[in-house]
T-cell receptor, first 116, second 109 residues
Framework: EAGVAQSPRYKIIEKRQSVAFWCNPI?????LYWYQQILGQGPKLLIQFQNNGVVDDSQLPKDRFSAERLKGVDSTLKIQPAKLEDSAVYLC??????????????FGEGSRLTVL | QKEVEQDPGPLSVPEGAIVSLNCTYS??????FMWYRQYSRKGPELLMY????GNKEDGRFTAQVDKSSKYISLFIRDSQPSDSATYLC?????????FGDGTTLTVKP
């Protein structure tokens, strides 16, 4: 079974530039999450999708971050304009139907963003 | 007060040692108690989870939950160099997970 795919793995940009990250979840996983992991911290939820609908985006800085999952499969997370404090690893995760209550998460390898 | 507090480490042990990793939490609504392992430059992977107080064993790993004290632990027996990683505790309520900040473990041959 293929895992969660993410790209790009690494990205370096100047502050105020824009960046986009892509995620393809495990086949059959209706729930998709984007997490931000700052160095030395645990993952923090940015947004949760169920199919192509948003379940929770309360922690997403909507003035600069946006995310979509148009066809209920892959997803894109965009940051515009980027700030220095956005330097982090952006993790995509998906959850099978059986994991809806347990919160069982399957993570991708992450996209590491450095903002200069 | 943070909802989840994890012993920060780092932790360095010799191969074969028993390792204890610990977290406390304050939210009584948490229903599932998870442990993830994260290798350097990789995403977290779920090791095990439990629902109730008590112990759950999986090979060399034992997860322990004490709901009355709001305290969870992960024990690793006969630790191996391949166990060197950051261990994250996580707590779930209504399908939403809250993570600790991780404990980095190094097992020296």
């Amino acid at each position: 079974e293929a895992g969660v795919a993410q790209s790009p793995r690494y990205k370096i940009i100047e502050k105020r530039q824009s960046v986009a990250f892509w995620c393809n979840p495990i086949s059959g996983h209706a729930t998709l999450y984007w997490y931000q992991q700052i160095l030395g911290q645990g993952p923090k939820l940015l947004i949760q999708f169920q199919n192509n609908g948003v379940v929770d985006d309360s922690q997403l800085p909507k003035d600069r971050f946006s995310a979509e999952r148009l066809k209920g499969v892959d997803s894109t997370l965009k940051i515009q304009p980027a700030k220095l404090e956005d330097s982090a690893v952006y993790l995509c995760a998906s959850s099978p139907p059986s994991g809806a209550n347990t919160g069982e998460l399957f993570f991708g390898e992450g996209s590491r963003l450095t903002v200069l | 007060q943070k909802e989840v507090e994890q012993d920060p480490g780092p932790l360095s042990v010799p191969e074969g040692a028993i390792v204890s990793l610990n977290c406390t939490y304050s939210n009584s609504a948490f229903q599932y108690f998870m442990w993830y392992r994260q290798y350097s430059r990789k995403g977290p992977e779920l090791l095990m989870y439990t629902y109730s107080s008590g112990n759950k064993e999986d090979g060399r790993f034992t997860a322990q939950v004490d709901k009355s004290s709001k305290y969870i632990s992960l024990f690793i027996r006969d630790s191996q160099p391949s166990d060197s990683a950051t261990y994250l505790c996580a707590f779930t309520n209504a399908g939403k997970s809250t993570f600790g900040d991780g404990t980095t473990l190094t097992v020296k041959p």
